[in-house]
């Protein structure tokens, strides 16, 4: 079975024959089978050349670049092999047309609410006093609908998203993780730091994932396609950031995973350091492991396939084959 490979050492990858070597500053070297990677996540700073970029090439690799303060700043996307001319046309039908973009940016939307709501539920059953927090999100939920243009959609979601932030520090309860906004390039405190990193896992996971379908993941719906490189992504990453990320940094902080000491702060900002990155990491993997019930399907998924899943339905909707429903947690 394949899977992603994460380098937080310096050092230098190669191709030895039909593997991945890396070779690190200690001089240490590693072999990793190139049929068992599905994609790479590059931390810390490493030296690759030509004939290693043409192997991942061949073998359909990935690679995901992350500076020093963990902040995602691109990936070497390698030729599409599954890329059809026809969907393409498609998605760019459904962009240009208003009204078709807008019934899929709207469709966003909704399931990321959804799901917002489904995670308030669960904290809410438990204890956390969360009821008002949903029913000012059920207030504003109509808006949706009434919108025109993208622009005005993401206002609304952004909206709501404050809202839901709000309810945070009640799920969690630690003087250690207080919220007051969200904050973002850099980051201005621990719980800050712990939703950009997730969220930046969710968008790379979306775009791998993307890379195996036929879509293009340069034309979105919800966020503009224009000289940034990749939009699809962070549409479908809006579905499943509240189930994905949230759900598991509430879980790492409620069981002391994740802690103050996991944490550096700069000249701006707060960032998880590399110890925290890794423990964050490995539970990341844990969770896209896990496997859910899927009510269509009849027979359990896992997290990660759950987002295969929610392309193959966008593609059949660009083909006028059937409507596209976001997914919503049952959970």
Not at 70 to 81: A, I, K, N, Q
Not at 185 to 198: D, E, H, K, V
């Amino acid at each position: 079975m394949k899977k992603p490979i994460y380098i937080f050492s310096d050092g230098k990858l190669e191709r030895k024959q039909n593997t991945i070597s890396f070779l690190n500053k200690e001089n240490k070297r590693k072999y990793v089978p190139v049929e068992t990677i599905s994609e790479l996540y590059i931390f810390g700073e490493i030296d690759l050349n030509k004939r290693i970029l043409e192997f991942l090439t061949q073998n359909e690799i990935l690679i995901h670049f992350f500076n020093h303060y963990g902040y995602y700043v691109g990936s070497f996307y390698p030729r599409e092999h599954y890329n059809s001319g026809y969907l393409i046309l498609k998605q760019a039908e459904h962009y240009l047309n208003m009204e078709k973009r807008m019934k899929l940016a709207k469709a966003f939307v909704k399931g990321a609410v959804e799901n917002i709501k489904k995670v308030l539920s669960y904290y809410d059953r438990r204890g956390a006093e969360l009821a008002h927090v949903i029913d000012a999100i059920d207030r504003m939920e109509p808006l949706i609908d009434k919108q025109s243009l993208p622009e005005e959609l993401m206002a609304i979601e952004g909206n709501i998203r404050d809202i839901y932030y709000g309810a945070f520090e009640e799920i969690l309860k630690s003087d250690e993780f207080s919220f007051d906004k969200r904050t973002k390039r850099p980051p201005q405190n621990r719980l800050n730091a712990l939703i950009s990193f997730g969220n930046s896992l969710m968008y790379v996971l979306a775009l791998s994932e993307i890379y195996r379908t036929h879509l293009d993941p340069r034309i979105g719906f919800l966020h503009a396609t224009n000289f940034r490189r990749f939009s699809l992504n962070l549409d479908v990453a809006e579905i499943f950031k509240p189930i994905f990320v949230d759900r598991l940094i509430f879980s790492l902080i409620n069981r002391n995973q994740i802690q103050a000491k996991h944490f550096s702060k700069e000249i701006d900002g707060v960032i998880l350091n590399t110890a925290g990155h890794k423990i964050f990491v490995e539970e990341w993997e844990n969770r896209l492991r896990t496997t859910v019930n899927h009510p269509k399907l009849k027979r359990k998924v896992s997290y990660r396939t759950l987002v295969r899943l929610e392309l193959y339905k966008i593609e059949k909707h660009l083909l006028e084959e059937q409507p596209y429903e976001p997914y919503v947690a049952k959970w």
